[in-house]
């Protein structure tokens, strides 16, 4: 069911279906793969303080911190700022972790090895 996520093409403003940013990408699958409904997101991902900004109005009202489990969501912390986000799948019954950034296509990473890109990632479901 993801592999229509990995043929997404990563755009700044990328919030709808073939073009995506990290946000678009999450809001999407979480709604197709996982029925959730988010909030939407209007912010430019090159600005993180807008980015941390979206982020917090996310996390904070309907979610809580979590393990890693499937349909969460991945978010990447450089210090108080949200720098990047991706969504937690199963994938051959192991976590994975998919996501789309600039200049790097789709792609699903086990979860140790999207946290070893990162130095915090916390979990939101």
Known sequence: MIDKYLAATWKRDGMAWPYLNCWGLVRLASKELFGRTLQ???????????????????????????AAESGAIAVV????????VGLV????????????????????????????????VEYYA
């Open 40 to 66: 939407p997101i209007d912010c430019d991902v090159y600005d993180k303080r807008a980015t941390t900004k979206a982020c917090h109005e996310i996390i904070t009202k309907p979610m809580r911190v979590t």
């Open 77 to 84: 912390w450089r210090g108080k700022l949200c720098i990047h």
């Open 89 to 120: 799948v199963t994938v051959d019954d192991k976590l994975a972790v998919l996501d789309i950034d600039e200049g790097v296509p789709p792609r699903v990473s086990w979860i140790a090895d999207f946290e070893r890109r990162y130095l915090r």
